[in-house]
């Protein structure tokens, strides 16, 4: 069976489990990567993980529990291929406990990568802001008073994100997939308090684009910025 997961929550990083089985990753964000058995996966808000499961005879829970919240209870779906009983919401997949993948440690499919390519253009962009008082942004200054970002058409560009925070947050751009370090293909890609990380990026779509933090309340609060093209 595929299985084709989607984040689709505002606030949660959940923990993705599917118990008594393994599952061997093969895409995320729509892009290949070399195909990597795993316990359990982590998936931030607007990320997209494919994973290929060979079923057992049986009841199993689909669990996706939380990441980092101390109450919340987790979700819970049940895959049947035979007869049994079904767990109990609390279930607790000994997965998710095992060796559970930070999915920027995929590496890319060789069909998924950018041709190398020297970046034609930098930018910085630095992740900033607290929980008390609540304010994000990007840059120095929240989404309408930071700079956009600008690009020309037909660039390579070279972002290097920083996390300056002390919570991780899923970094998201509209209009193009960009290339981690080790070429894998994303478009949303979490990022650990104080982590930086440089991503690259051709501008093959004209236009004005958002990148922000997928956490949406964050990027309601201004975590967000332009990246614009220019002439
Ligand atoms: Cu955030």
Redesign the pocket.
């Known amino acids: 069976m595929r299985l084709r997961v989607i984040n689709a929550a505002s606030d949660t990083i959940f923990t993705l489990a599917l118990g008594g089985h393994r599952m061997t990753i093969t895409h995320t964000d729509g892009h290949a990567v070399q195909p990597t058995e795993v316990d359990a996966f982590y998936i931030g808000m607007g990320e997209r993980y494919d994973a290929v499961v060979t079923l057992a005879d049986g009841v199993f829970p689909l669990v996706a529990r939380p990441f980092g919240k101390t109450s919340g209870g987790q979700a819970m779906a049940l895959i049947r291929t035979g007869p049994g009983a079904a767990p109990t919401a609390g279930v607790n997949p000994a997965e998710l406990s095992g060796q559970v993948l930070i999915g920027s440690q995929l590496q890319p499919a060789a069909s998924a990568r950018l041709p190398d390519r020297k970046p034609d253009a930098t930018a910085r962009l630095d992740?900033q802001g607290s929980m008390k008082p609540y304010q994000?942004g990007i840059n120095g200054a929240p989404f309408g008073s930071n700079e956009p970002l600008t690009v020309k058409a037909g660039q390579r560009l070279r972002i290097t994100a920083t996390n300056m925070?002390m919570?991780t947050?899923?970094l998201h751009l509209h209009g193009h997939t960009f290339a981690l370090p080790s070429g894998l293909r994303k478009d949303t890609v979490l990022m650990a308090p104080m982590e930086s990380l440089s991503i690259d990026l051709d501008a093959d779509n004209a236009g004005d684009w958002m990148i922000h933090?997928?956490?949406i309340y964050?990027?309601e609060a201004g975590?967000m910025i332009a990246l614009n093209y220019v002439a």
């Open positions: 992740l994000w925070t919570m947050h899923p933090c997928h956490n964050h990027a975590m």
